[in-house]
């Protein structure tokens, strides 16, 4: 199958932060070990999908003493007000820890137009590999625009998602530039899932219930209905110290 090409748009808000902001600390900063850097890279830029899958991943390079800056495309996420709620506590964390946040366009149509035919995929499946494209895409051209040889994505610290499908698009999109890396540390090693929840629960992020896509929140309510439980009620879950997770 010919791949898919997207027509980007170039609008995007640079949310720079305080030139003294307050140190960042936390109990999961301490006694980290630090993250060999490919290439002797100071900067990266992170590719981010929600603050829950990113918080471990931004306090695992800050205590590296890595350059950050978070760019959050993401135009699969489905509806707007999902978007928004997520793209709003990355933000929220972005800004406690002192870290810049580049907001790209939410150009859904470009995601409906590179997903068509694929609706009825399952999750893990060639619509999946579409939209990590899509997404690293936009990512590395960015990257490529403002000065990053290395990104990374914190899409695949989740152990809902297919790891090494993930790298591979990662590594395809980083090779459409010269000298760029997609960076494919794996972030759950080392407990770094654990950590992902427990950071979650202390900063009581916004608990999002399915990938993000239309077609997952679907998939989900479906899977739902038939097992007897009530379907998703987007923007009321939020992570806690006694939130249980799935």
Request: charged share 25%.
């Amino acid at each position: 199958m010919v791949a898919k090409r997207t027509k980007y748009f170039t609008n995007y808000a640079l949310k720079t932060m305080s030139d003294n902001p307050t140190p960042y600390t936390s109990p999961t900063l301490d006694a980290r070990l630090h993250i060999p850097i490919p290439n002797g890279a100071d900067k990266v830029l992170l590719h981010s999908c929600c603050a829950p899958c990113s918080g471990e991943v931004m306090e695992a390079m800050h205590a590296s003493g890595l350059g950050i800056t978070i760019f959050f495309y993401n135009p699969n996420i489905h509806p707007k007000r999902e978007y928004e709620l997520r793209k709003d506590e990355n933000i929220k964390f972005a800004e406690k820890m002192g870290i810049p946040f580049v907001d790209a366009d939410y150009d859904a149509a470009n995601w409906f137009e590179r997903v068509k035919g694929m609706e009825w995929e399952p999750e893990r499946g060639i619509r999946c590999t579409e939209c990590f494209d899509m997404r690293f895409e936009r990512t590395a051209l960015y990257a490529h625009e403002h000065g990053f040889n290395l990104f990374t994505s914190c899409l695949g610290i989740s152990r809902w998602k297919n790891m090494e499908q993930i790298n591979g698009c990662g590594h395809r999109a980083a090779a459409r530039y010269p000298n760029m890396t997609y960076w494919d540390y794996n972030w759950r090693k080392g407990g770094g899932g654990a950590r992902m929840i427990e950071i979650s629960k202390r900063e009581e992020f916004y608990q999002q219930e399915y990938c993000g896509c239309v077609y997952s929140l679907r998939d989900t309510n479906q899977w739902r209905i038939k097992n007897g439980r009530e379907k998703i009620r987007i923007g009321e879950k939020f992570y806690s110290a006694e939130s249980t997770t799935e």
